[in-house]
């Protein structure tokens, strides 16, 4: 069994994989990072939006191995010093979610866009975010979420 060696939310870990096993079951079923849902399985939805190596990735499509020496950063690890991460924050402020699984999918891949155009329109936040899939809402309150979130990041960067 191969053994890979990774950092995820600042913490490095050694672990004999199997070369078939996901990401998303290594943060998981083996790290505890349950904050990572398990959406598809297929990479359609986006539920499973990590940073590795501080670009997203679906971590059902990555496989554990393909990890090896990276910097994985969970939706539990954006929080600093007890305060979540303005993208979190703009998210429970704006109500940009019913259910919540695919939130931490969204709020990763939010990140990823706003660094990539730190002050979005409608339309880019909508056309980042089409890899990720919200089966409830009607993806208003997610977009203002994510320009708010946008907005307060560039008053304190992440």
Request: charged share 25%; net charge negative; glycine share 10%.
């Amino acid at each position: 069994m191969p053994r890979i060696t990774v950092t995820v939310d600042g913490v490095g870990y050694e672990e004999d994989v199997e070369p078939r096993l996901l990401l998303v079951h290594l943060l998981r079923d083996r790290l505890g990072k349950t904050g990572t849902p398990v959406g598809c399985d297929t990479s359609n939805c986006g539920a499973c939006t990590v940073m590795l190596d501080g670009r997203t990735a679906k971590s059902c499509s990555v496989l554990a191995v393909q990890a090896d020496g990276g910097e994985i950063t969970t939706i539990e690890g954006l929080a600093a010093n007890g305060e979540m991460h303005p993208m979190q924050r703009a998210f429970h402020e704006e109500h940009a979610l019913q259910c919540g699984y695919c939130t931490p999918g969204m709020v990763m891949a939010a990140i990823d866009l706003v660094r990539e155009d730190p002050h979005p329109s409608e339309e880019a936040v909508r056309e980042g975010l089409e890899g990720n899939l919200c089966r409830c809402t009607g993806y208003c309150n997610i977009v203002r979420a994510v320009r708010r979130g946008a907005e307060d990041m560039a008053v304190r960067p992440s």
